[in-house]
């Protein structure tokens, strides 16, 4: 690419990754996921108390 040096054509511009619906959807999911999983940790830890 001619004259682009820097910008979207930079060799040290890091792609973190694309937004949109489905992946904001996905990452909910996820952090949904992680604390059921903590407060099942935290309430198996608490009932062998």
Known sequence: MVG???GEFSPSTKFMRHG???QKELE????D?????A?????????KK
């Open 33 to 37: 996921s992680e604390i059921q999983a």
């Open 20 to 22: 949109g619906k489905i």
């Open 4 to 6: 682009h040096k820097l």
């Open 39 to 47: 407060k099942a940790a935290k309430a198996a830890a608490s009932s």
């Open 28 to 31: 909910q999911a996820r952090k």
